[in-house]
Structures are given as C-alpha cells and as structure tokens.
C-alpha cells in the first residue's frame, strides 16, 4: 500500500463513452442472476446509470489488451520499485474523467419488516468479488454464509452493487485511466447520495451506515473522510492501515488475465486483457483462507465465482484514503486474525511499546474525531470474512454495532 499523494492540478481533459446496458449474454457475474436475495427478504434487482466525474490518476506506457508477459512485467515494477514504476507508468498530473456507467445495484427489505425504514446499510464489496460478497453461498443448501439475510433476520434494509467491471455492472475497456479507484469512489459517493434522497427504491434513508470489505473498506473510509455527511457510522471488514501484507497479497496472489485464466466465463465478452484474477484457486486461497477453518466448497466457490479486478484498480487502490478529521459517527473495524494483506497474518503483531493492542486499532489515526471506535477480531478467520466458518458469529457481532450505532 502507498502512501496517498497530494492533490495535482486537473487537466480538464475528458474521456468520453456511452454506457452499454447489460448484456445478459455477456453475463460473468459470480452469482446465479436468478437469485436475487435470501429468503427472508424482498430484493430488487435494478440497472443503474450514473454519470460520473472524477479526477483520476493518468497512467502511459500502458495498453488495456497488452499481452500477459507486458502486464507481468507491471505487476513486477509495482511490487518492487514504487519509484520506478511511478516514473515509467504514471504521468504527474491528474485527469478528469467523465462517463455514464450502468451499475447494476439490489435493495433488500426484510420480509418480516424492517425495525426502521428509514435505515439502510450501505454494502460495498472488495476486490475478487462482486455484490454477492454479501449473499455469499458456499453451496446452495444454507443462507447461514449470507450477511445480507443475517440483516434481514435482524429487521435491516441493505443495498449492495456491483463495482465497475464486476458482476452485472458495465466492464469499461480502459483498464488503467477509467476502471479506478477515483472513479469507484465518485461511484460510491453517488449511490449514498442516492440513498439519502429516495433515488433507490423509492425509500428514503436518513441513516446509512456505510460497511466495506477489504477494497470496499478502503472506498467507504475515503467516503466518510471526503463526504462525512453521507454516511452515519462506518464498519471497515477486511482492512488496517498496515500495508506490510499488500505485497505478499499481490505476488501470491498471482494475479493473470481472466480472460487466459478462465476462458470459459471470460472469453468474448468485451473484458480486456488488465482484468485480472489469481490464477487458481491456491491463490485465491492464498490471499483470503486461512487453514483449515473454511469448508472446500467455500474455497471452489470463491474462485469459481472470483470476479476480476482492473490493474487500475490494483494501482491505485489506496490513493483515496485520508484523513477523516470531520467524521463524527461511530467506527467499527473488523479483521479476520490472520488477514494477509491487512495484517500479514497476524493483527496482533503491533510493534514494542505501541500505544495500540492490535494491528486494526491503528485504523483510529484517521478518525480523530469518532463518535466511539471500536475493533473486533474474528479467531481463525483470513481475508475473505465472510466465507470462513466464522461467518455466522462474525455477523452478529457486526450487527450489534449497527444496533447500536443506530440507536444512539
Ligand atoms: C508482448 O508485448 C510486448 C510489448 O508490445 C512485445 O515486446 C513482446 O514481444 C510481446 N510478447 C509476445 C510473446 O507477444
Ligand atoms: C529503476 O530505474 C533505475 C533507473 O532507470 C534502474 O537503474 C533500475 O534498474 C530500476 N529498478 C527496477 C527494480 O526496475
Ligand atoms: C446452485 O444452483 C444453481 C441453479 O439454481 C446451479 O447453477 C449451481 O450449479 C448450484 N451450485 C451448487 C454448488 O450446487
Ligand atoms: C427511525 O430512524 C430515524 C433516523 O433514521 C429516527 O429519526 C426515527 O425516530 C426512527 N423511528 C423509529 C420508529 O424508531
Ligand atoms: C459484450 O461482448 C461483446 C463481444 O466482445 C462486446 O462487443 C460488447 O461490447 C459486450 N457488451 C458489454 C455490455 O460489455
Ligand atoms: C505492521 O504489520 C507488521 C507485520 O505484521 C508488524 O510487524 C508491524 O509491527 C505492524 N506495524 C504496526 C504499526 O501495526
Ligand atoms: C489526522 O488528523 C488529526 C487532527 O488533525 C491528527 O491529530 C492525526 O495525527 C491525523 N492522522 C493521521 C494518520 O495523519
Ligand atoms: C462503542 O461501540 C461499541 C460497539 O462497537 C458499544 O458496544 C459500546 O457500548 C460503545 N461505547 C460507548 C461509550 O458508547
């Protein structure tokens, strides 16, 4: 993980392209599209089109249908020279771009009631996944895996999408200047704007509580910091401030073209070469299980579901997170023990003398001005939260947070 750069000067330039509506067989989402919730909730499945701004980072010397060994050798200069690869791929200053994209988002209503309709929670998935991180099934026979039914049982509204370039979602060419970071925030920040004026469902919520996993986290903590009046409390799953674990993440994760990975989902179907997934499932496990505390179908499931992300994105990823010095609702953080990319697999490893007991804690440097901040660690749990056994348990400690952050 990097450090955020400071601001350049926008250029002004834009880039412009029309939104393509879904479709369907084009389809390389990583859930059954029939499905469009648990159960016990009444879901709505809807195309979104959301014109975006954003000042993004301009990369050269980068082609989104390179061939793998010129993609390799980025992934490379990445992992081991920051400064050189700044210096051949990235240009000084920033561009705006501006796209409409068509997001395809699901809204969730308790079929038993909601306790407060006017309450919603904000789900934003993570890198390797789409939205159905939150209604995750490692088979087909339990809803136990899914945290979108754990909120449901509890009486919560949720809404979750898929990011730009996953799931149902738009899969934008441009692999490097549109499909990154910048741009999923400017996405996320509209989606919350949406929900709080009734733009979603025709319900309008005034307390959205913001919950991210992993690159998810990374969106939701630069959203509470760039725009502290959208969300009311924020829960951070799958994340820290300590970037030791970033780079074993990304080599053994060993990230490849999804399109030479798995042919069979991602071929022909308008995904460039920089899409990216691990290369099987033994890396995907190596980035998000922790042995042995995951059932075999929960791993098969993840890779054969994964979704891929831009090497934009992966380039960028942490820019946008900053300081939340105005964000004054409550914060909850919640790392699996042995993460690797957020704790190098160990969140209690903090250094001699740290002021803080764990890794996560440290994740309070950015919220000064908290309501309350607290931190929980699911035991024998890695990165990827929600597919570990520890799932069920994991989720009724993160909806007494909400609860509570709802409730005072
Ligand atoms: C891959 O692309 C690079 C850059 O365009 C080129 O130099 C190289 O020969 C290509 N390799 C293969 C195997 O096509
Ligand atoms: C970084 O760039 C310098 C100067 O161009 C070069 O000497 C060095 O080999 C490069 N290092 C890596 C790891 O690419
Ligand atoms: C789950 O059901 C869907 C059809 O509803 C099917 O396509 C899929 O293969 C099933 N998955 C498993 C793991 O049984
Ligand atoms: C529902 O939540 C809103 C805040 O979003 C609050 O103002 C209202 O009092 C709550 N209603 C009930 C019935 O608890
Ligand atoms: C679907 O795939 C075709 C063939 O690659 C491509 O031309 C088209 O743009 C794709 N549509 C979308 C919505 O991505
Ligand atoms: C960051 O993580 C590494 C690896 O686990 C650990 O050695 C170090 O103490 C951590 N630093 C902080 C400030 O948490
Ligand atoms: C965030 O801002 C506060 C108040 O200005 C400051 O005390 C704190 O050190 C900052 N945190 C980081 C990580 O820069
Ligand atoms: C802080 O938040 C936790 C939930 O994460 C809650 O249990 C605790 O009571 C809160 N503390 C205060 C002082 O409100």
């Known amino acids: 993980m990097r450090l955020a750069r400071t601001q350049l000067c926008l250029l002004g330039l834009a880039t412009a392209a029309t939104a393509v509506d879904f479709n369907p067989t084009n389809n390389t989402a990583g859930y059954d599209t029939s499905r469009i919730g648990p159960t016990n909730a009444n879901c709505q499945r809807q195309m979104y089109r959301l014109d975006i701004t954003s000042n993004n980072i301009q990369f050269q010397n980068v082609d989104s249908n390179a061939n793998q060994t010129y993609l390799i050798a980025l992934f490379q200069t990445f992992a081991t020279s920051m400064a050189n690869f700044t210096e051949m791929y990235e240009k000084p200053d920033k561009q705006s771009v501006h796209n409409t994209y068509s997001l395809s988002g699901t809204l969730c ?8 309709v006017s309450n919603v929670q904000f789900l934003l998935h993570g890198v390797g996944f789409d939205s159905s991180y939150w209604d995750f099934m490692p088979d087909n026979s339990t809803e ?9 049982d509890a009486g919560y509204v949720t809404f979750r999408y898929d990011q730009l370039g996953t799931g149902l979602s738009e899969h934008p060419q441009d692999a490097y200047n549109v499909v990154q970071a910048p741009t999923d925030l400017a996405i996320a920040t509209k989606f919350a704007q949406m929900l709080r004026n009734g733009d979603i469902g025709n319900m309008k919520f005034n307390k959205v509580v913001g919950i991210g996993h992993s690159y998810g986290s990374v969106q939701t903590q630069a959203l509470s910091a760039a725009s502290p009046d959208l969300l009311d ?20 994760g060993d990230y490849q073209p999804a399109v030479a990975v798995a042919p069979d989902r991602f071929a022909d179907k308008g995904i ?4 990216v997934i691990n290369q099987s499932p033994y890396s995907n496990q190596f980035d998000f299980f922790y042995f042995p505390y995951f059932s075999d179908a929960a791993l098969q499931r993840s890779f054969q579901t994964e979704q891929p992300a831009t090497q934009g994105v992966l380039f960028t990823q942490t820019v946008i997170m900053q300081n939340a010095t105005n964000f004054k609702g409550p914060v909850h953080v919640v790392t699996g023990a042995q993460d690797l990319p957020f704790c190098d697999r160990d969140c209690y490893a903090v250094p001699p003398g740290s002021p803080y007991p764990n890794v996560p804690s440290y994740v309070k440097t950015l919220y000064p001005n908290a309501r309350n901040f607290s931190v929980y660690i699911p035991a024998n749990t890695g990165h990827g939260v929600n597919a570990h056994y520890s799932a069920p348990e994991t989720y009724k400690e993160m909806l007494q947070f909400v609860d509570y952050a709802l409730s005072s």
């Open 109 to 116: 209503v308790p079929k038993n009631g909601a306790k407060n």
């Open 272 to 275: 460039s070469n920089a899409y």
């Open 144 to 152: 136990e895996y899914s945290y979108v039914h754990a909120a449901s």
């Open 233 to 252: 409390a924020v829960l951070l799953q799958g994340f820290s401030v300590n970037a030791t674990g970033q780079l074993p993440f990304l080599t053994g």
